[in-house]
């Protein structure tokens, strides 16, 4: 078996012949599905609980106007990206939700990732990090790890805001559905510029790329360009 093949040699969406089909319903209903769900809701409760302490917090939506997603082949990725920051006079907690669709041929196979991620100041504008991501690509693989990173925000002028961002993996896995569990790197590189055309409100663009390559060299990467609104608070 490879990367991409189903089990009892069904095919895969990536054959273009047909998605793979899961035998045991109890699998579709529970299991990842249900461990993300309980994730998501811990992680919104943990920013809710810690924005009473927080200066400010700064929340946005980015559109993924053009994206690729690049795995035995490359193919159109579309979809969006949620996110929420929460600063304090010392650290950061940040929250992002990317869910996504890939256009293969006939078929539509989702995308969804999370990403939690602490850092604390060490210079003005300057975080280092530690950052959980998990993700899931439909019917082929997930993927987990834990990235150390440094984010970087600088004010251009009072309207004009310069993010960027740079993490590499500590530890990560990737999982394929119908061929084991394998050890991965992971490589995220973001950037992103913010025009605030009124005093909390902005209009933003970005560029963003993940990649995720295990140890038989066997890669997914993402990447594309992203527009978005910000609102602070």
Avoid at 44 to 50: I, P, V
Avoid at 51 to 64: K, Q, R
Avoid at 185 to 202: E, H, M, Q, R, V
Avoid at 209 to 223: F, M, P, Q, R
């Amino acid at each position: 078996m490879f990367p991409g093949q189903c089990i009892n040699n069904a095919p895969s969406v990536y054959n273009n012949t047909g998605p793979c089909l899961f035998h045991d319903p109890i699998f579709i209903l529970g299991g990842e599905s249900m461990k993300k769900l309980v994730t998501l809701f811990l992680v919104c409760l943990m920013c809710l609980t810690f924005s009473a302490s927080s200066l400010a917090a700064t929340i946005y939506w980015d559109f993924i106007a053009d994206g690729e997603l690049d795995y035995l082949g490359e193919e159109d990725l579309s979809g969006h990206i949620i996110g929420i920051d929460f600063p304090t006079n010392n650290y950061k907690i940040s929250f992002e939700y990317l869910s996504g669709s890939v256009d293969i041929g006939p078929f539509d196979v989702d995308l969804n990732q999370i990403e939690l991620k602490g850092g604390y100041r060490v210079a003005n504008g300057l975080y280092v990090n530690l950052a959980m991501i998990d993700g899931e690509l439909e019917d082929e693989a997930s993927y987990d790890g834990v990235m150390l990173g440094l984010d970087l925000a600088t004010k251009l002028s009072k309207e004009l805001l310069l993010e960027g961002s740079v993490a590499m993996s500590l530890t990560g896995s990737m999982d394929y559905d119908y061929y084991g569990e394998l050890d991965a790197d992971f490589l995220s590189l973001k950037g992103k510029c913010t025009y605030f055309f009124a005093n909390n409100l902005g209009a933003s663009i970005g560029y963003r790329k993940t990649i995720i390559e295990d140890e038989d060299d066997y890669e997914i990467t993402t990447s594309g360009m992203t527009l978005g609104v910000t609102y602070s608070f």
